[in-house]
Antibody, heavy 122, light 108 residues
Framework: QVQLQESGPGLVKPSETLSLTCTVSGGSINIISYFWGWIRQSPGKGLEWIGSIYHTGSTYYNPSFKSRVTISVDTSKNQFSLYLSSVTAADTAVYYC??????????????WGQGTRVTVSS | EIVLTQFPGTLSLSPGQRATLSCRASQSVSSSYVAWYQQYPGQPPRLLIYSASTRATGIPDRFSGSGSGTDFTLTIGRLETEDFAVYYCQQYGRSGVTFGQGTRLDIK
């Protein structure tokens, strides 16, 4: 059974970079055919896919975030990370890591972390 | 970007009744790439259905999905108390991933 767990600061100042890490257990992040992704949920915008990464490092980003987002993977630690720059109050949300099933930028999500709440405030 | 509109926004039903939740896309979803999720407060979404009509592992057969093109439906055959939650549709066609705004299923 694959499990995902998000970690990172719960409070980020405006204009700074939000950094979160997802640790995968119960399976290798190197599993062929699987991507690993980030989704957020806020009262204002609902659920939004942010982006996904393959274990080789290939990434796919939601165009709405593309200029501000970077997702990286560390296979030695079985982790992948989200970096979102120049944050504003609009980036306040619960951030989930999840396992996409599909390819490219076309997938559904079968395993989800519990989510971590991030607030952007000075 | 494909916009998904779910209706009704809130559905109030009693245990044992049948629930029909709708999801309409702003343009046709390729290959019926639509998924449905259930979410309880404070919990992550749980995958119920993918490819419009395929139940995910461990999902009871009272949950069924149907539809194609721009109109998709999640049906819950006989409601049990644990089914009262928020439900989201998601499309994953060629235009990337987007989610609907959700339907809240309340106990009447």
């Amino acid at each position: 059974q694959v499990q995902l767990q998000e970690s990172g600061p719960g409070l980020v100042k405006p204009s700074e970079t939000l950094s979160l890490t997802c640790t995968v257990s119960g399976g290798s992040i190197n599993i062929i055919s699987y991507f690993w992704g980030w989704i957020r949920q806020s009262p204002g915008k609902g659920l939004e896919w942010i982006g996904s990464i393959y274990h080789t490092g290939s990434t796919y980003y939601n165009p709405s975030f593309k200029s501000r987002v970077t997702i990286s993977v560390d296979t030695s630690k079985n982790q992948f990370s989200l970096y979102l720059s120049s944050v504003t109050a609009a980036d306040t949300a619960v951030y989930y890591c999840a396992r996409p099933v599909g390819y490219g930028s076309s997938y559904y999500f079968d395993y989800w972390g519990q989510g971590t709440r991030v607030t952007v405030s000075s | 970007e494909i916009v998904l509109t779910q209706f009704p926004g809130t559905l109030s039903l009693s245990p044992g009744q049948r629930a029909t939740l709708s999801c309409r896309a702003s343009q046709s979803v390729s290959s019926s790439y639509v998924a449905w999720y259930q979410q309880y407060p404070g919990q992550p979404p749980r995958l119920l259905i993918y490819s419009a009509s395929t139940r995910a592992t461990g999902i009871p057969d009272r949950f069924s999905g149907s539809g194609s093109g721009t109109d998709f439906t999640l049906t819950i055959g006989r409601l049990e108390t644990e089914d009262f939650a928020v439900y989201y549709c998601q499309q994953y066609g060629r235009s990337g991933v987007t989610f609907g705004q959700g339907t809240r299923l309340d106990i009447k």
